[in-house]
């Protein structure tokens, strides 16, 4: 086994063993050289272990999920649950179901593929949007017994539609 620990009190074969030689042995021991292996995030700086300058990748650190790569692309298979803020100055992609429990906030363009489901307390709504100031105006679009619903501002219409 190679060495790791340089002592830091080398004893003679007949010298007696005291409290402050056996301090020494630790106290003032450091790391050898072969305590590192190459290419194992370690590095020796000054007798102590440092993680070295980036040495520290994405398979060291995760197997399986999340992943990511050199380009800054975060990948999760799985459930990502944050407590706080995602923020990207690029694209999102969810590939599969999105759920968000609490407020969202889109600045620019939203392209949604596929349903976009509302579930609250009116019923059979799919789709509501609603302003963002104080004074929110509110538009939201449902189906009855095969007549649209329309409600904006609180106010409820019903159209009914006839194929041409």
Sequence with gaps: MPQILNKGYTFGATEQ????????????????????VGGGGLELSGGALQIANSSITPTKLSSGAPTWDGSNNLTVNGTLTTGGTISTSGDL?????????????????ATFVGQIIRSGTSSNRTVQLRTGSTTP????????????????DGTEYKVTLTPV
């Design 17 to 36: 063993v005291t409290s402050t030689k056996l301090g020494q042995l630790v106290d003032n021991a450091t790391f050898a050289s072969t305590a590192v």
């Design 93 to 109: 992609a969810v590939n599969g179901v999105c759920t968000i429990n609490g407020t969202s906030t889109l600045t620019g363009n």
């Design 137 to 152: 105006n509110a538009i939201s679009f449902g189906w009855n017994n095969g007549d649209l619903l329309v409600t904006v």
